[in-house]
């Protein structure tokens, strides 16, 4: 059974910048695609960015492209997202997920639906 737990969100202000971690447990075989998906309130859980564990393939949504970058520690069961430029539009839950599949590059996110394994997220607060 994978275990998700994310951490280091927190408030900051327009701008500023914040790097989320998600330590991964519990597995034999590890995923094949992590991903970054955010929910805020009122709002559809969306897809942020994926990387596939094996290649390191990245994809991301168009709304973080050019600001956040996700990344992997494969020896520390790790993954990251490093949010840079913040918009008070970034305000919101951010989920790690996982899944036995992997993910395409250059289409965006899969839905959420596609992912089976989820963290219990961590709260980006993001102000003007």
């Known amino acids: 059974q994978v275990q998700l737990v994310e951490s280091g969100g927190g408030s900051v202000q327009a701008g500023g910048s914040l790097r989320l971690s998600c330590a991964a447990s519990?597995?034999?075989?590890?995923?094949?695609?992590m991903a970054w998906f955010r929910q805020a309130p009122g709002k559809e859980r969306e897809g942020v960015a994926t990387?596939?564990?094996?290649?390191?393939?990245?994809d991301y949504a168009d709304f973080v492209k050019g600001r956040f970058t996700i990344s992997q520690d494969v020896a520390k069961n790790t993954l990251y997202l490093q949010m840079n430029s913040l918009k008070p539009e970034d305000t919101a839950m951010y989920y790690c997920?996982?899944?036995?599949?992997?993910?395409?590059?250059?289409?965006?996110?899969?839905?959420?639906?596609?992912?089976?394994?989820w963290g219990q997220g961590t709260q980006v607060t993001v102000s003007s």
């Open positions: 519990g597995y034999t075989y590890r995923p094949y695609c």
């Open positions: 997920a996982a899944r036995y599949l992997s993910c395409s590059a250059g289409t965006g996110p899969p839905p959420r639906q596609e992912f089976g394994y």
């Open positions: 990387i596939n564990r094996g290649s390191g393939r990245t």
